[in-house]
């Protein structure tokens, strides 16, 4: 029986005798037991020949062409076929559930959905994906209302107490001093004022700087009286439609967007009033003036430190109309000007003008707590203002 995969070629002999043949395995042997016996067992050079099964330790001689392991029997070099020799990436494996991918899901389970490490905020079940407008920190303002969100709103970031007695000095002096420089601090105040108007409703760029402008300018004309002041009232409302007139007038496209731009601007006129009122009261006189600069004040204190802290929005402006009766209440006893001459007949007048002058002030934004700090600086003038000037004058 030839070797198993090889070939029973006769080899030379090399002392010149006659060739002879190797000599066949032995078959195995038959007799039954527990595995195959001595004699079934290969040589110990050849096992595993014909299996593919390699043993470690060095390789054999080669040997002739056509007998043991010489050149002539190498297989080609090369991959053995069926196997790359390459070396797969590593990675889950395919099917079941390894450690590795009870890992992953442990990793994708801790870890926090999209929305949440992105920022964004999703809507509450049963509403809308429309984000309702936030005012921004640091206002506060009462959750109900009567006027219809148009209570009075409080900003509480920043040295705020600072700001109210730098400009409780300031205005003070302008005031005292003469009429032209009680002018110029509230036309830069109501200017202010205007411009931060036409900036909250988003209008047009250019026609914040002309409402500042239009709103400045009959308060520099109450220098010279009423009617000075009235007339530059009435030029600054003509040039309010005369801009929304203007090509690059118009607040939204189409006619509906030039009313609204002139409805803005007419709006930014509204603060003049206050300063206007005050400018007028100060050229009849000045001690008239700088009581109602005080009384103003005394409600404007009151009303923000309990209002800013209050849970409803009635405490502040009570506060600040109980404050300014018990400012006004003793000058009225000692007929200190305009007491003198209206008399205890103002002081009811008094205690709601402050609260509706913020009222009014809201009204003129969008939005109560629209960024507006000049606005607000004067909101308690918008109707008292005018009230004292028009009672200093009549009697």
């Known amino acids: 029986m030839p070797f198993p995969g090889r070939r029973s070629t006769p080899l030379p002999d090399p002392a010149g005798n006659e060739a002879f043949t190797p000599a066949p395995w032995p078959a195995p042997s038959s007799a039954p037991g527990p595995g195959p016996g001595p004699a079934s067992r290969p040589p110990a050079g050849l096992a595993g020949v014909g299996s593919g099964e390699r043993r470690p330790g060095p390789r054999p001689p080669a040997g002739p062409a056509g007998f043991g392991p010489g050149p002539a029997s190498r297989p080609p070099a090369g991959p053995v076929p069926g196997r790359s020799g390459e070396r797969r990436p590593a990675g889950p494996a395919r099917g079941g559930s390894g450690e590795r991918r009870r890992s992953a899901r442990r990793a994708t389970a801790d870890r926090p959905p999209a929305h949440a490490r992105s920022g964004e905020r999703l809507p509450a079940r049963g509403r809308s994906g429309e984000r309702r407008p936030t005012r921004p920190s640091g206002y506060r303002q009462a959750a109900s209302s009567p006027t219809g969100g148009l209570a009075p709103v409080y900003d509480i970031d920043g040295p705020r107490v600072r700001l109210g007695l730098a400009w409780f000095l300031v205005a003070g002096v302008a005031v005292a001093v003469s009429v032209p420089t009680a002018a110029v601090a509230y036309a830069v105040a109501t200017g202010l004022a205007a411009r931060q108007v036409v900036r909250s409703w988003r209008s047009v760029a250019w026609q914040a700087d002309v409402a500042a402008a239009m709103a400045a300018a009959p308060v520099l004309a109450a220098v010279g009286g009423t009617t000075a002041a009235v007339a530059a009232l009435a030029v600054a409302t003509v040039a309010a439609v005369v801009a929304a007139g203007l090509p690059d007038g118009a607040r939204l496209p189409g006619a509906q967007g030039r ?16 300063g206007a009122g005050m400018v007028l009261t100060r050229r009849i006189d000045v001690t008239a003036a700088l009581v109602l600069l005080l009384v103003v004040s005394a409600y404007e204190a009151a009303d923000f430190i309990v209002g800013s802290g209050a849970s409803n929005f009635v405490e502040g402006p009570l506060a600040g109309a109980i404050t300014a009766l018990v400012i006004s209440f003793p000058m009225a006893l000692m007929l200190v000007p305009p007491f003198d001459r209206g008399g205890l007949a103002l002081l ?11 009222i009014m002030a809201s009204a003129l934004l969008p939005r109560p707590g629209a960024q507006a700090s000049a606005l607000r600086r004067i909101d308690s003038l918008l109707v008292l203002a005018p009230l004292w000037a028009v009672a200093i004058a009549a009697v």
């Not at 009313?259 to 206050?274: D, E, Q, S």
């Open 348 to 358: 009811p007048f008094i205690a709601p003008a402050g609260p509706f002058g913020q």
């Open 259 to 274: 009313v609204a731009a002139a409805g803005i601007l007419l709006v930014a006129l509204v603060p003049a009033l206050a």
